[in-house]
């Protein structure tokens, strides 16, 4: 059975019950790490599962949404907007420059900025579309393979000085993807050690987007403060994104 042949009430059950578990696995996490479960925010990603489903995690007190394409995200945030649902959307696919216009309208926090003419192209955009600074999470790339997105570890610094120069924009930490086989408890160490760099140069980056569904858990040992969550809290994509 998948999702589409439930029900409305089944489906908000089977979220409800899929939701608790996530939560009981990030407070364990948090006490094996000796950290407060409030230091952990849960980002429900929600690509190609429909705006309803948004909704009813969102009525579950989800706060925090994540969408990997502009056209759905903007999609659904519109649709939670005219709903009246209130929800912060986290963009977390690459992106490209085209697209910053339509993602600096809805997006809290973009946790893809990798290269200097994204920077470019998100600030001149958060000026002209909206009041206050857009919020920016660099990614990195661990394994400095940067084809999957991410910056290398040696044009790291030069990425900060580029987001920071620009009052549009508002730096909050850093952003990675475990790279394929790679033990996520190595790739989080790393993970760690660049946002302590970061943070040396600019303190209030400390967020650390870190950890999906199969590696969260040691994600939040190493000091992930946001984990984006899709495939165990809305069931298994038909194909992979
Ligand atoms: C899809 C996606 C997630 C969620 O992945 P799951 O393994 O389904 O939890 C997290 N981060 C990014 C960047 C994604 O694209």
């Known amino acids: 059975m998948t999702a589409a042949d439930l029900t409305g009430e089944e489906r908000r059950s089977e979220l409800a019950a899929n939701l608790a578990d996530v939560r009981a696995r990030i407070e364990g996490a948090c006490t094996e790490a000796g950290r407060s479960p409030e230091t952990v925010k849960l980002i429900a990603v929600t690509k190609t599962f429909p705006a309803g489903d948004a909704m009813s995690l969102a009525g579950l007190g989800v706060t925090d949404i994540g969408e990997n394409r502009d056209q759905e995200a ?3 945030a519109a649709a939670l907007r005219e709903a009246g649902v209130d929800v912060r959307w986290h963009y977390v696919g690459q992106l490209q420059r085209n697209k910053a ?3 600096a309208g809805y997006a809290h926090l973009v946790h893809s900025v990798d290269r200097p003419a994204l920077v470019t192209a998100l600030a001149n955009a958060a000026g002209q579309v909206r009041e ?3 919020g920016c999470l660099i ?3 661990v394994d400095g393979d940067t084809s999957r997105g991410g910056v290398a570890e040696s044009d790291l610094a030069a990425l900060v ?3 920071t ?3 549009e924009l508002a730096l ?3 952003m990675a993807v475990a790279p394929l086989g790679w033990a996520p408890d190595r790739a989080f160490e790393q993970v760690a050690a660049l946002s ?4 040396a140069a600019f303190p209030r980056a400390c967020e650390i987007s870190a950890g999906m569904s199969g590696d969260f858990t040691r994600a939040i040992v190493f000091g992930a403060t946001l984990v984006r969550i899709g495939s165990i809290l809305l069931g298994s994509r038909s194909h992979l994104r």
């Open 172 to 174: 909050r930490g850093i």
């Open 196 to 199: 302590e760099k970061v943070r």
């Open 101 to 103: 216009r339509s993602v």
């Open 139 to 141: 990614q990195v790339s």
């Open 165 to 167: 120069s620009r009052p």
């Open 74 to 76: 903007a999609a659904k």
């Open 132 to 134: 206050d600074p857009l």
């Open 161 to 163: 000085d580029s987001v």
